[in-house]
């Protein structure tokens, strides 16, 4: 068969691509599959390149069968079957991102090629970018939880929602920006104390102190970690960009599986309670 792209007027009187073969052929055959999935990407002008997850190269066709068998990706994300669908590609148990990346992935480079194999959309190919709209001032009460040099990690309830997201200093670019940005790592935020020799002096014996437990990181800490490891694997040339790529991943994440880094970061709090209240028994008893 051949795979030069057909094109057919759409509704608006601009042309999208005709499936070149069926949806049971393309999930029987993983070869058609790529000639056609590469085929559909040039003709609407998109890169096309396969991903590399936890050093491996994600096998889009697999990942095609799975979320088409279960009703399409509309479907598996409104009854949250990602974290399913990785258990298909049996990645490593330390790859605990493994369904945010197949659902960024597969929005990315099989949603559109999905709607007119799988469900045989003959309009034109629609913006899948959604964008919802706010107040243009509202008011909303939030914590930070961790700072970096260009600004914070925040969490903001609004309403009923908890979000998340990174807030920039006024003299740094958007996320928008295209400059890459210039940031350290992100550390756990603590409010500034009254400045005063007093205090200065507590803080400088503790930090000399091999005793003093360490601090507690958060959730995000944690997810910070997991992900810059695995970022450095997949794009070492783009570290520079880390932070904000994390920060977006972070946003992007489910309630469900941004709670598994959040009660990590809560049991790491109360490990360091424990230990707290230990080394301040400690230093009664030497006193």
């Known amino acids: 068969m051949s795979t030069e792209e057909v094109m057919a007027p759409a509704a608006n009187g601009g042309p999208h691509p005709v499936p070149l073969a069926s949806h049971d052929d393309v999930a ?15 003709s609407i002008g998109s890169k096309f390149t396969i991903p ?16 088409t068998r ?16 990785s258990t298909v590609f049996e990645f490593s148990p330390t790859t605990t991102s493994a369904s945010y990346a197949l659902r960024k992935h597969y929005s990315t ?35 930070i939880d961790a700072k970096f040099d260009c600004g914070y ?10 979000l998340n997201g ?31 020799s007093r205090t200065r002096t507590r803080r400088r014996r503790r930090s000399n102190d091999p005793d003093h437990p360490k601090i507690n990181r958060s959730g995000y800490n944690f997810y910070f970690a997991e992900k810059h490891a695995l970022l450095k694997v997949e794009h070492p040339n783009r570290e520079r960009q880390f ?11 489910s ?33």
């Open 28 to 42: 029987k055959d993983p070869t058609l599959f790529m000639d056609t999935l590469k085929s559909f990407h040039l």
């Open 52 to 67: 590399v997850i936890s050093g491996k190269e994600l096998n889009l066709h697999v990942l095609y069968v799975e979320v």
């Open 70 to 85: 279960r009703g399409g990706y509309d479907k598996v994300v409104s009854e949250k079957k990602w974290r399913e669908i």
């Open 109 to 143: 480079l099989l949603h559109r090629y999905e709607m007119v194999y799988f469900f045989r959309h003959q309009a034109s190919m629609p913006n899948l970018q959604t964008t919802t709209e706010v107040p243009s001032s509202f008011q909303a009460t939030g914590t």
């Open 153 to 162: 990690i925040v969490s903001v309830r609004l309403g009923n929602e908890t």
């Open 166 to 196: 990174v807030l920039y200093h006024p003299s740094y670019p958007a996320p928008a920006s295209p400059a890459p940005l210039t940031c350290t790592d992100i550390v756990p935020y603590n409010p500034p104390e009254l400045s005063n």
């Open 243 to 253: 932070t904000r790529m994390i920060g977006d991943a972070w946003t992007a994440l």
């Open 255 to 287: 309630l469900e599986e941004r709670e598994v880094y959040q009660n990590i970061g809560l049991k790491d709090k109360e490990r360091y309670q424990r230990e707290m209240k230990e080394y301040r028994e400690m230093k009664m008893g030497q006193s």
